[in-house]
């Protein structure tokens, strides 16, 4: 169901919650595959692939990292295409302009 239109199980759905990829778009067939079988390497490590989302940078547990997807809220995807994306290059960082 993650690659279906509605982009998430019924689960998530409730929750409001969607599957994207690297750019926000609906995942493929063939990467909610390996999304879904690399769920096991997850379970395998004793839930930590699990645990890991809360200590990655983008919030990414074991199987989004090898599948290169992101749960995201449904409310805060529809948000984004009213604002461009930001470039690197655009990004402020501390310290002085070069």
Do not use: C
């Not at 994207?20 to 778009?25: A, I, L, R, S, Y």
């Not at 063939?30 to 096991?40: D, G, I, L, Q, Y």
């Not at 997850?42 to 074991?62: H, N």
Request: proline share 4%; no cysteine.
């Amino acid at each position: 169901m993650e690659s279906s239109k509605f982009q998430a199980t019924f689960g998530k759905m409730a929750m409001g919650l969607r599957v994207v990829d690297q750019e926000g778009k609906k995942i493929t067939f063939h990467r909610a595959t390996a999304r879904f079988w690399s769920k096991s390497f997850s379970a395998i490590t004793v839930l930590i692939g699990w645990f890991m989302a809360g200590f990655t940078k983008k919030k990414q547990a074991l199987h989004d990292l090898i599948a290169q997807t992101y749960v995201v809220n449904k409310a805060g995807l529809q948000l984004s295409r009213y604002y461009p994306p930001v470039h690197p290059q655009e990004v402020y960082t501390e310290g002085p302009q070069v």
